[in-house]
């Protein structure tokens, strides 16, 4: 039995955000070694961001952080399921609480959005 995620597989895992009171999928992301150990050494969930190629405190420019409140892994340990939460009342940069708020109909193709946006992402992060 393993103690925690396995890193030697790969160097980044998937982590999959789960609102602990509401069980509300937030988002998912990345999380390296380094990520992983600062998260449960800071109570804030850290991920590594692919993109800017560089660890990514959640919270950091747009202040919805997001509090560790349990970290599971899977039976391949390549995985984690982490419970948070999520200060700001919202987890996606586009502002919606959900980074999962389109719903694809698969009888017809359309896309609708669900839910309302919690900040305006220009306010917050500025014209990108």
Partial sequence: MTNGPDFSKTELIPAIAQ????????????????????????????????SRKKLWRKGEESGNVQELRAIYFDCDADTLLVKVHQIGGAACHEGYRSCFFRRLDPATGNVTVEGERVFDPSQVYGKK
């Fill in 19 to 50: 609102d602990a009171d509401t069980g509300d999928v937030l988002m998912m992301a990345w999380m390296n070694e380094e990520a992983y150990r600062e998260t449960l050494s800071s109570g804030r969930v850290v991920y590594y961001s692919r």
